[in-house]
């Protein structure tokens, strides 16, 4: 099972709205609407930002958002803050009971 | 508030084995599936594998890198989560998480243990 793609860096400035994406194939992103976001800052554990490709767990704001088109997934950031600077990883159910995580993307606040 | 704490990580020589814990708390355990991922020194995150709830069948599932070296057992009495790690190689040097896995997204994460496999 390969990883997911996703690009090794986007960066934006304070205000705006980046989207890094997240492709798969056919066989896990495009089959299942079972796609996750994570947040992860240096040092620190990951925190789940979406799930199920555009709901948002208790506590996650709302400038967060994720969408699926086929085979690619997508995060998109509003108003990008900051505190937002991190690493962000992609996950999505594979079938027979497997997961399978994205490459990473570092997001960087200019 | 549920709570996962990881113990039990260390270094060891390749060919050796190590048990990690994962302390739970806050929530019902026995309810919840449970996953270990895992996250090689400044590389991404990787799914190691999954336990379901005794309800639910008690099954595991697993990575193909790992599967047939490691196994994860729980025991519901103790709120405890554990990996059994066999036939460790230099490649799964990494921090370990612990982490409730709920349909489409892993929910509340450790703060992870650190295995080291060298000689």
């Known amino acids: 099972q390969s990883a997911l793609t996703q690009p090794a860096s986007v960066s934006g400035s304070p205000g705006q709205s980046i989207t890094i994406s997240c492709t798969g194939t056919?066989?896990?992103?495009?089959?299942?609407?079972?796609v996750s976001w994570y947040q992860q800052h240096p040092g620190k554990a990951p925190k789940l930002m979406i799930y199920?490709?555009?709901k948002w767990p208790s506590g996650v704001s709302n400038r967060f958002s994720g969408s699926k088109s086929g085979n690619t997934a997508a995060l998109t950031i509003s108003g990008l803050q900051a505190e937002d600077e991190a690493d962000y990883y992609c996950?999505?159910?594979?079938?027979?009971?497997?997961?399978?995580f994205g490459t990473g993307t570092k997001v960087t606040v200019l | 508030e549920a709570q996962l704490v990881e113990s039990g990580g260390g270094l060891v020589k390749p060919g050796g084995s190590l048990r990690l814990s994962c302390a739970a708390s806050?929530?019902?355990?026995?309810?919840?599936?449970m996953s270990w991922v895992r996250q090689a020194p400044g590389k991404g995150l990787e799914w190691v594998g999954r336990?379901?709830?005794?309800?639910?069948?008690?099954?595991?599932d697993y990575a193909a890198p790992v599967k047939g070296r490691f196994t994860i057992s729980r025991d519901d009495s103790k709120n405890t989560l554990y990996l059994q790690m066999n036939s460790l190689r230099t490649e799964d040097t990494a921090v370990y998480y612990c982490?409730?896995?709920?349909?489409?997204?892993?929910?509340?994460w450790g703060q992870g243990t650190m295995v080291t496999v060298s000689s």
């Open positions: 982490t409730i896995t709920r349909p489409g997204g892993f929910d509340v």
């Open positions: 806050g929530f019902t355990f026995s309810n919840a599936w």
């Open positions: 336990i379901k709830s005794k309800s639910d069948g008690g099954t595991t």
């Open positions: 056919s066989s896990d992103v495009g089959s299942y609407n079972l």
């Open positions: 199920e490709v555009n």
């Open positions: 996950c999505s159910y594979a079938g027979s009971s497997t997961y399978v």
